[in-house]
């Protein structure tokens, strides 16, 4: 009897011990990218400029807990202004939005309808120059010039399992660099939170690389896939002021 207990342990020990290394098999990385959109009421390009560059120095990782960088972004024909922030995990992004910065933000009277969207990203983005913190960057204004950042979101009509997904992020992520599309920087392969929500952060060095982008194979044969639904396109400029979070990304 006693050596059926002590079996009976070593078995129950060996599950626990399994089931703990399943927890930790996942396809998402801990970096995380949050993506901030507002309007401007009441205030003129000047001064939002003028506010931008007074904030700026508040949005480092000495100030900002988990924060790995972020780019000041607008779109000017559309008066929609905002960041892409990258942290090192989903816990760092909540702190930021409980934190007493992030409500000075919100609250400002002349920056309106404000829209938070929080992505996880893949396992294998690194593939594609995608994470922040390990890629070249640069404090440097001159390497904003012309600097864009395309936003893309789509949804399936049939999901891919967790498997699935991962083969493909290991797949395609690869393809995704500057020798075979020239102007592109990296992009970050992204998931909502919710997981219903499919998509890429990418930047280029300039507006014309993302057209060409467009005009390739792959990106047609991407947006023609009947299974998906491209709904968001969003191009922003990137304003200097972004090199003094963490620099910007460069070739």
Same mark, same amino acid.
């Given at each position: ?27 998402? &990385? @801990? ?13 003129? %390009?000047?001064? #939002? ?10 949005? =480092?990782? +000495? ?30 992004? +909540? =702190?930021?939005?409980?934190? !007493? ?6 609250? #400002? ?22 994470? #922040?913190?390990?890629?070249?960057? /640069?404090? !440097?204004? &001159?390497?904003?010039?012309?600097? #864009?950042? %395309? ?36 992009? =970050?392969?992204?998931?909502?939170? @919710? ?10 060095? /300039? ?26 396109? !969003? ?17």
């Amino acid at each position: 009897m006693k050596r059926l207990i002590i079996i009976a342990s070593l078995l129950l020990i060996v599950s626990c011990k399994n089931s703990k290394n399943e927890k930790k098999v996942t396809v998402f &990385a @801990d970096e995380t990218v949050l993506i901030v959109n507002y309007q401007l009421e009441n205030m003129t %390009l000047e001064q #939002h400029a003028e506010l931008g560059s007074a904030v700026a120095p508040s949005f =480092t990782s +000495e100030n900002v807990p988990g924060l790995l960088g972020k780019s000041f972004i607008g779109d000017l024909d559309r008066g929609v202004f905002g960041g892409v922030y990258y942290f090192s995990s989903y816990q760092s992004v +909540e =702190t930021y939005l409980e934190s !007493d910065l992030w409500k000075g933000v919100v609250a #400002h009277p002349n920056l309106v309808n404000f829209k938070t969207d929080v992505f996880k990203t893949f396992s294998g983005t690194e593939l594609a120059n995608g994470n #922040h913190s390990m890629r070249k960057t /640069s404090s !440097d204004t &001159a390497d904003t010039n012309d600097l #864009h950042v %395309l936003v893309v979101n789509y949804t399936n009509e049939v999901n891919p399992t967790e498997i699935e997904m991962n083969k493909q992020v290991m797949e395609y992520a690869p393809v995704f660099s500057n020798e075979n599309f020239p102007g592109m920087i990296g992009k =970050t392969m992204i998931n909502s939170v @919710d997981g219903n929500i499919y998509g890429g952060v990418y930047y280029f060095t /300039s507006r014309s690389a993302i057209d060409d982008y467009f005009a390739s194979d792959l990106w047609t044969g991407f947006e023609g896939d009947k299974n998906t639904d491209v709904y968001k396109k !969003d191009i922003y400029m990137v304003a200097p002021i972004s090199t003094i979070s963490n620099g910007v990304p460069v070739l």
